[in-house]
Protein backbone atom coordinates (compact mmCIF):
# COMPACT_ATOMS: atom_id res chain seq x y z
CA UNK A 1 0.00 0.00 0.00
CA UNK A 2 2.75 2.39 0.31
CA UNK A 3 3.27 2.52 -3.38
CA UNK A 4 -0.32 3.14 -4.60
CA UNK A 5 1.33 3.16 -8.77
CA UNK A 6 1.59 -0.51 -8.20
CA UNK A 7 -2.05 -1.61 -6.74
CA UNK A 8 -4.05 1.71 -7.04
CA UNK A 9 -7.59 0.73 -7.03
CA UNK A 10 -7.05 -3.14 -6.36
CA UNK A 11 -10.84 -3.19 -4.97
CA UNK A 12 -12.10 -2.70 -8.77
CA UNK A 13 -12.54 -6.69 -10.33
CA UNK A 14 -11.76 -5.14 -14.30
CA UNK A 15 -8.73 -2.87 -13.35
CA UNK A 16 -5.44 -4.94 -13.69
CA UNK A 17 -3.36 -2.22 -12.47
CA UNK A 18 -2.12 -1.22 -15.72
CA UNK A 19 -0.61 2.41 -15.80
CA UNK A 20 1.08 2.43 -19.09
CA UNK A 21 -0.21 2.95 -22.44
CA UNK A 22 -0.83 -0.42 -24.35
CA UNK A 23 -0.04 2.00 -27.94
CA UNK A 24 3.13 2.91 -26.55
CA UNK A 25 3.91 -0.48 -25.56
CA UNK A 26 3.44 -2.13 -29.01
CA UNK A 27 4.99 0.11 -30.51
CA UNK A 28 8.25 -0.48 -28.70
CA UNK A 29 7.56 -4.29 -29.37
CA UNK A 30 7.34 -3.62 -33.06
CA UNK A 31 10.67 -0.94 -33.40
CA UNK A 32 12.40 -3.51 -31.57
CA UNK A 33 14.32 -6.79 -33.63
CA UNK A 34 14.08 -9.89 -31.78
CA UNK A 35 17.24 -10.88 -29.71
CA UNK A 36 19.73 -12.07 -31.84
CA UNK A 37 20.11 -16.29 -31.32
CA UNK A 38 23.32 -17.92 -30.53
CA UNK A 39 25.22 -19.30 -33.38
CA UNK A 40 23.02 -17.38 -36.47
CA UNK A 41 25.13 -14.21 -36.37
CA UNK A 42 26.10 -13.21 -40.11
CA UNK A 43 29.45 -13.16 -40.44
CA UNK A 44 31.52 -10.04 -41.85
CA UNK A 45 32.10 -10.01 -45.26
CA UNK A 46 35.71 -9.31 -45.25
CA UNK A 47 36.27 -12.54 -43.21
CA UNK A 48 34.35 -14.41 -46.17
CA UNK A 49 36.21 -13.03 -48.58
CA UNK A 50 39.25 -13.69 -46.76
CA UNK A 51 38.82 -17.50 -46.42
CA UNK A 52 38.19 -17.82 -49.73
CA UNK A 53 41.10 -15.72 -50.86
CA UNK A 54 43.34 -18.31 -48.49
CA UNK A 55 41.50 -21.48 -49.72
CA UNK A 56 42.18 -20.40 -53.48
CA UNK A 57 46.21 -19.23 -52.27
CA UNK A 58 46.32 -22.98 -50.96
CA UNK A 59 45.18 -24.49 -53.67
CA UNK A 60 47.39 -23.08 -56.33
CA UNK A 61 50.21 -23.66 -54.20
CA UNK A 62 49.28 -27.25 -53.81
CA UNK A 63 48.95 -27.15 -57.69
CA UNK A 64 52.79 -26.19 -57.66
CA UNK A 65 54.42 -27.36 -55.24
CA UNK A 66 52.47 -30.30 -54.13
CA UNK A 67 55.60 -32.52 -55.59
CA UNK A 68 52.61 -34.98 -57.08
CA UNK A 69 52.53 -35.90 -53.46
CA UNK A 70 55.27 -38.77 -54.03
CA UNK A 71 57.54 -38.97 -51.32
CA UNK A 72 60.65 -38.86 -52.70
CA UNK A 73 59.73 -35.84 -54.84
CA UNK A 74 62.14 -34.11 -53.23
CA UNK A 75 65.09 -36.38 -53.06
CA UNK A 76 68.30 -36.67 -55.02
CA UNK A 77 66.71 -39.79 -57.23
CA UNK A 78 63.04 -38.70 -58.08
CA UNK A 79 60.41 -40.87 -59.20
CA UNK A 80 62.26 -44.26 -57.46
CA UNK A 81 64.97 -44.20 -60.01
CA UNK A 82 68.27 -44.14 -58.10
CA UNK A 83 71.00 -43.48 -60.48
CA UNK A 84 72.83 -46.15 -61.67
CA UNK A 85 75.95 -46.67 -59.33
CA UNK A 86 77.81 -48.77 -61.83
CA UNK A 87 77.93 -45.69 -63.80
CA UNK A 88 78.89 -42.97 -61.37
CA UNK A 89 81.49 -45.67 -60.52
CA UNK A 90 82.83 -46.69 -63.62
CA UNK A 91 83.83 -42.96 -64.06
CA UNK A 92 86.09 -41.75 -61.38
CA UNK A 93 86.73 -38.37 -63.62
CA UNK A 94 83.66 -37.23 -63.48
CA UNK A 95 84.62 -34.02 -61.24
CA UNK A 96 87.66 -33.57 -63.26
CA UNK A 97 85.76 -33.60 -66.48
CA UNK A 98 82.87 -31.08 -65.49
CA UNK A 99 85.77 -28.59 -64.04
CA UNK A 100 87.48 -29.01 -67.72
CA UNK A 101 84.08 -28.32 -69.17
CA UNK A 102 83.51 -25.31 -67.21
CA UNK A 103 86.98 -23.83 -68.21
CA UNK A 104 86.37 -24.69 -72.10
CA UNK A 105 82.88 -23.14 -72.12
CA UNK A 106 84.34 -20.09 -69.95
CA UNK A 107 87.51 -19.75 -72.34
CA UNK A 108 87.47 -22.23 -75.40
CA UNK A 109 83.99 -22.18 -76.63
CA UNK A 110 84.25 -18.81 -77.65
CA UNK A 111 86.65 -19.92 -80.82
CA UNK A 112 86.20 -23.61 -81.09
CA UNK A 113 82.29 -23.84 -80.27
CA UNK A 114 80.54 -25.57 -77.59
CA UNK A 115 80.19 -28.73 -79.71
CA UNK A 116 84.06 -28.41 -80.59
CA UNK A 117 83.02 -28.92 -84.34
CA UNK A 118 85.02 -25.19 -84.40
CA UNK A 119 84.04 -22.17 -86.48
CA UNK A 120 84.81 -21.40 -90.03
CA UNK A 121 87.00 -18.53 -90.26
CA UNK A 122 87.77 -18.75 -86.68
CA UNK A 123 89.28 -21.65 -84.93
CA UNK A 124 89.46 -25.35 -86.42
CA UNK A 125 87.48 -28.20 -84.87
CA UNK A 126 88.38 -30.06 -82.07
CA UNK A 127 86.43 -32.91 -82.33
CA UNK A 128 87.67 -35.59 -84.37
CA UNK A 129 90.90 -33.75 -84.46
CA UNK A 130 94.21 -35.26 -84.50
CA UNK A 131 95.84 -33.47 -82.20
CA UNK A 132 93.41 -33.83 -79.67
CA UNK A 133 93.12 -37.86 -80.06
CA UNK A 134 96.89 -37.66 -80.04
CA UNK A 135 98.76 -40.67 -77.60
CA UNK A 136 99.62 -37.97 -75.02
CA UNK A 137 98.75 -34.30 -74.27
CA UNK A 138 102.72 -32.83 -75.10
CA UNK A 139 101.57 -31.42 -77.91
CA UNK A 140 98.51 -29.74 -76.70
CA UNK A 141 100.10 -28.57 -73.66
CA UNK A 142 101.99 -26.51 -75.48
CA UNK A 143 99.03 -24.95 -78.06
CA UNK A 144 97.56 -23.77 -75.15
CA UNK A 145 100.36 -22.66 -73.18
CA UNK A 146 102.31 -20.67 -76.16
CA UNK A 147 99.25 -20.71 -78.66
CA UNK A 148 99.30 -21.43 -82.54
CA UNK A 149 99.72 -20.33 -85.93
CA UNK A 150 100.24 -21.58 -89.48
CA UNK A 151 98.30 -24.30 -91.47
CA UNK A 152 97.55 -27.12 -89.15
CA UNK A 153 96.31 -29.74 -90.52
CA UNK A 154 93.23 -31.39 -88.21
CA UNK A 155 92.58 -35.01 -89.29
CA UNK A 156 92.38 -36.42 -92.86
CA UNK A 157 90.08 -34.48 -93.99
CA UNK A 158 90.26 -31.08 -92.48
CA UNK A 159 93.09 -28.13 -93.17
CA UNK A 160 92.92 -25.50 -91.23
CA UNK A 161 94.09 -22.36 -92.57
CA UNK A 162 95.78 -23.86 -96.15
CA UNK A 163 96.95 -20.11 -96.94
CA UNK A 164 99.27 -20.02 -94.14
CA UNK A 165 97.44 -16.53 -93.09
CA UNK A 166 99.57 -15.11 -90.41
CA UNK A 167 96.53 -13.34 -89.40
CA UNK A 168 94.86 -16.49 -88.08
CA UNK A 169 96.77 -17.49 -84.67
CA UNK A 170 95.45 -19.22 -81.27
CA UNK A 171 97.31 -17.29 -79.11
CA UNK A 172 98.44 -18.65 -75.46
CA UNK A 173 95.27 -19.14 -73.29
CA UNK A 174 97.32 -20.02 -70.49
CA UNK A 175 96.74 -16.91 -68.37
CA UNK A 176 92.54 -17.43 -69.42
CA UNK A 177 92.29 -20.86 -67.68
CA UNK A 178 94.12 -19.65 -64.66
CA UNK A 179 97.73 -20.40 -65.38
CA UNK A 180 97.43 -24.12 -63.69
CA UNK A 181 98.63 -27.29 -64.80
CA UNK A 182 95.23 -28.59 -62.56
CA UNK A 183 92.67 -26.52 -64.94
CA UNK A 184 95.04 -27.43 -68.03
CA UNK A 185 94.85 -31.17 -67.17
CA UNK A 186 90.96 -30.88 -66.71
CA UNK A 187 90.12 -28.67 -69.86
CA UNK A 188 92.52 -31.09 -71.80
CA UNK A 189 90.89 -33.94 -70.45
CA UNK A 190 86.81 -32.68 -70.78
CA UNK A 191 87.80 -31.86 -74.49
CA UNK A 192 89.98 -35.47 -74.94
CA UNK A 193 87.02 -37.15 -73.98
CA UNK A 194 84.23 -34.79 -75.15
CA UNK A 195 82.48 -34.78 -78.81
CA UNK A 196 83.40 -38.83 -79.64
CA UNK A 197 87.06 -38.23 -78.73
CA UNK A 198 88.83 -40.78 -77.98
CA UNK A 199 91.76 -39.34 -76.05
CA UNK A 200 93.15 -40.56 -72.37
CA UNK A 201 92.41 -38.22 -69.40
CA UNK A 202 95.44 -36.09 -68.52
CA UNK A 203 96.84 -35.16 -65.27
CA UNK A 204 98.23 -32.07 -63.53
CA UNK A 205 101.41 -34.43 -63.12
CA UNK A 206 101.46 -34.94 -67.29
CA UNK A 207 101.07 -31.33 -67.89
CA UNK A 208 103.99 -30.03 -65.51
CA UNK A 209 106.56 -32.99 -66.89
CA UNK A 210 105.10 -31.87 -70.54
CA UNK A 211 106.38 -28.39 -70.02
CA UNK A 212 108.84 -28.71 -68.34
CA UNK A 213 111.15 -28.79 -71.05
CA UNK A 214 109.79 -25.22 -72.52
CA UNK A 215 109.15 -23.51 -68.95
CA UNK A 216 111.49 -21.05 -70.67
CA UNK A 217 109.31 -20.01 -73.46
CA UNK A 218 107.21 -17.08 -73.87
CA UNK A 219 104.02 -16.85 -74.24
CA UNK A 220 104.05 -15.08 -77.07
CA UNK A 221 106.17 -17.66 -79.30
CA UNK A 222 103.42 -19.27 -81.19
CA UNK A 223 103.83 -22.89 -82.28
CA UNK A 224 103.87 -23.91 -86.12
CA UNK A 225 102.29 -27.65 -86.70
CA UNK A 226 106.33 -28.10 -87.95
CA UNK A 227 107.91 -27.19 -84.64
CA UNK A 228 104.87 -28.77 -82.96
CA UNK A 229 105.47 -32.84 -85.06
CA UNK A 230 109.03 -32.98 -83.43
CA UNK A 231 107.53 -33.50 -79.82
CA UNK A 232 106.69 -36.72 -79.11
CA UNK A 233 103.11 -36.45 -78.65
CA UNK A 234 103.67 -38.77 -75.38
CA UNK A 235 106.57 -39.75 -73.54
CA UNK A 236 107.38 -37.62 -70.85
CA UNK A 237 103.85 -37.28 -69.15
CA UNK A 238 103.09 -40.92 -68.75
CA UNK A 239 104.63 -43.06 -65.93
CA UNK A 240 104.20 -46.05 -67.87
CA UNK A 241 105.57 -44.44 -70.67
CA UNK A 242 108.22 -43.24 -68.72
CA UNK A 243 109.19 -46.56 -67.30
CA UNK A 244 109.50 -48.32 -71.01
CA UNK A 245 112.67 -47.83 -72.87
CA UNK A 246 112.64 -45.23 -75.31
CA UNK A 247 113.44 -46.27 -79.01
CA UNK A 248 116.63 -43.73 -80.61
CA UNK A 249 113.59 -42.38 -82.56
CA UNK A 250 112.08 -41.10 -79.50
CA UNK A 251 115.50 -39.87 -77.66
CA UNK A 252 116.10 -37.89 -80.32
CA UNK A 253 112.72 -36.59 -80.86
CA UNK A 254 112.65 -35.49 -77.27
CA UNK A 255 116.43 -34.14 -77.14
CA UNK A 256 115.19 -31.98 -80.02
CA UNK A 257 111.88 -30.70 -78.63
CA UNK A 258 114.71 -29.52 -75.27
CA UNK A 259 115.41 -25.77 -75.79
CA UNK A 260 118.46 -25.02 -77.76
CA UNK A 261 120.54 -24.33 -74.43
CA UNK A 262 119.76 -27.05 -72.55
CA UNK A 263 120.82 -29.32 -75.40
CA UNK A 264 123.91 -27.98 -76.19
CA UNK A 265 124.51 -28.25 -72.30
CA UNK A 266 123.50 -32.05 -72.45
CA UNK A 267 125.32 -33.13 -75.85
CA UNK A 268 128.59 -31.43 -74.09
CA UNK A 269 128.35 -33.09 -70.75
CA UNK A 270 127.66 -36.30 -72.66
CA UNK A 271 130.87 -35.85 -75.23
CA UNK A 272 133.20 -35.64 -72.21
C1 LIG B 1 90.68 -16.67 -79.72
C2 LIG B 1 90.20 -17.89 -80.31
C3 LIG B 1 90.67 -19.20 -79.68
C4 LIG B 1 90.57 -19.58 -78.38
C5 LIG B 1 89.98 -18.80 -77.20
C6 LIG B 1 91.11 -20.91 -78.31
N1 LIG B 1 91.54 -21.30 -79.53
FE1 LIG B 1 92.38 -23.09 -80.01
N2 LIG B 1 92.71 -22.45 -81.88
C7 LIG B 1 92.34 -21.22 -82.39
C8 LIG B 1 92.85 -21.08 -83.75
C9 LIG B 1 92.67 -19.87 -84.66
C10 LIG B 1 93.58 -22.25 -84.01
C11 LIG B 1 94.36 -22.55 -85.29
C12 LIG B 1 95.65 -21.73 -85.25
C13 LIG B 1 96.38 -21.75 -86.58
O1 LIG B 1 95.87 -21.18 -87.52
O2 LIG B 1 97.44 -22.36 -86.61
C14 LIG B 1 93.45 -23.10 -82.83
C15 LIG B 1 93.97 -24.37 -82.73
C16 LIG B 1 93.80 -25.22 -81.64
C17 LIG B 1 94.22 -26.61 -81.60
C18 LIG B 1 94.94 -27.39 -82.70
C19 LIG B 1 94.09 -27.62 -83.90
C20 LIG B 1 92.91 -28.53 -83.69
O3 LIG B 1 91.85 -28.23 -84.25
O4 LIG B 1 93.01 -29.55 -82.99
C21 LIG B 1 93.86 -27.08 -80.37
C22 LIG B 1 94.08 -28.47 -79.84
C23 LIG B 1 93.24 -25.98 -79.66
N3 LIG B 1 93.19 -24.88 -80.48
C24 LIG B 1 92.74 -26.08 -78.36
C25 LIG B 1 92.22 -25.00 -77.65
C26 LIG B 1 91.85 -25.08 -76.26
C27 LIG B 1 91.89 -26.31 -75.39
C28 LIG B 1 91.42 -23.82 -75.92
C29 LIG B 1 90.96 -23.33 -74.56
C30 LIG B 1 91.87 -23.51 -73.45
C31 LIG B 1 91.51 -22.99 -77.09
N4 LIG B 1 92.00 -23.74 -78.11
C32 LIG B 1 91.15 -21.66 -77.14
C33 LIG B 1 91.60 -20.27 -81.75
C34 LIG B 1 91.30 -20.27 -80.40
Known amino acids: MSNPKESPNASSPLDRGEQH ?3 EL ?3 VLREKPDPVEGFEPVNLWVVAGIAGLLFWGGSYLTQYSGRFEANEFSEFPHGKPAPVAAVAADPLAAVKRDGM ?3 NAVCALCHGEDGAGKAGVAPPLAASDWVNADGPNRLVRIVRHGLKGTVKVNKDVTWNPANDPSIVMGSQWEAIGASNEKLAAVLTYVRTAWGNTGAPVTAQMVADGLA ?3 DR ?4 NWTQEDLLKVPASGSGAP ?3 SAA ?3 DQIKAQLLALPDDQRQALLKELSK
Do not use: C, G, I
Open 21 to 23: DVT
Open 26 to 28: HAA
Open 102 to 104: LTY
Open 213 to 215: PVK
Open 218 to 221: SADD
Open 240 to 242: AVA
Open 246 to 248: PTP
